[in-house]
């Protein structure tokens, strides 16, 4: 008996621990949501919505690195998947993003939650991520304690470089890093050509270590790292990458505000940290599609 009621104790503590991550799309088209994160179930990391649908996901209590994201103009059937956007190596289920661009949100839950949404790998899609429940707010008064991050912008408005067009005729917008990257990309805009041909350019577009760095590089193990430290954390052994330092763009803009101008709570670059992080404490959340 007594260790009956032992396994029904910790049943119902794993119960009351576990948080609900409601996935919404209210787009007018069907997005096939691709995520990854230690504590998923395998369903859990690629899924189909159509317009209206929505899926929760129970996750545990110490759900850490989750990302989600939007996969669009798909194609495939079974186990095969093949997306314009936020492609995930061809498969249904995701381990990994493989396709850029992809707007995404990261979330970690703990005794502090943060999460944020992130255009790093580009904007594909609009999305939106807001707490829901009973939660706290450990920083009252700061825009940044239990808010809603959103995005939304008309990838047309980004530099002609960066405008992504799939085969079901919508466009998207690439970072800078995605779009030097991007062979086809660069063979219709000579200018991205020119910053990958470079691979001081291209290492700091994509605020790396850079390709001669060697296995278990980084910014507080080896001087080799070009620029892969953040310009606000404790300075490290590599170099740092600072936005303002990256190459205009062919409209002479800087390439992150095409994506932080018109989405100011969401990451444009790696180390976009200072205005772009939430924390909540104990919350449930809706993570939406087209808000």
């Known amino acids: ?84 956007s936020g492609d995930c190596d061809g498969r249904f289920q995701c381990s990994g993003i493989t396709g850029q661009p992809a707007t995404l949100v990261e979330l970690t839950l703990g005794s502090q939650d943060y999460y944020d949404l992130s255009n790093v790998d580009g904007y594909s899609i609009s999305m939106s991520i807001t707490p829901t429940g009973s939660f706290t707010n450990p920083n009252p008064g700061s825009p940044y304690g239990c808010g809603t991050a959103s995005c939304s912008l008309d990838p047309n408005s980004c530099a002609p470089e960066l405008i992504k067009h799939h085969s079901d005729g919508t466009t998207s917008c690439l970072s800078i890093c995605s779009a030097i990257n991007d062979a086809d990309q660069r063979a219709a805009f000579p200018i991205l050509q020119g910053f990958y041909n470079d691979v001081n350019t291209a290492t700091l577009l994509c605020c790396s270590c850079g390709p001669n760095c060697g296995a278990g590089c980084g910014c507080y193990t080896s001087s080799n790292c070009l620029y892969g430290c953040s310009p606000y954390a404790t300075p490290g052994m590599g170099g740092v990458c600072d936005v303002i330092k990256w190459p205009l763009s062919s409209q002479g803009k800087q390439y992150n505000l095409y994506l932080k101008d018109p989405c100011p709570n969401a990451y444009s670059w790696p180390f976009d940290d200072n205005t772009s992080t939430d924390i909540c404490v104990g919350a449930n959340y809706d993570i939406t599609f087209c808000p």
């Open 1 to 84: 008996m007594k260790s009956f009621i032992s396994v029904a104790v910790l049943a119902l503590a794993s119960v009351v621990l576990a948080r609900q991550l409601n996935v919404i799309n209210k787009c007018s088209f069907t997005v096939w949501p691709g995520a990854y994160g230690n504590g998923l179930t395998n369903d859990q990391t690629g899924f189909e919505l159509a317009p209206g649908a929505s899926q929760v996901l129970n996750v545990p209590d110490n759900l850490s690195a989750f990302r989600i994201w939007g996969r669009t103009a798909c194609t495939g059937s079974g186990s095969s998947l093949n997306c314009g």
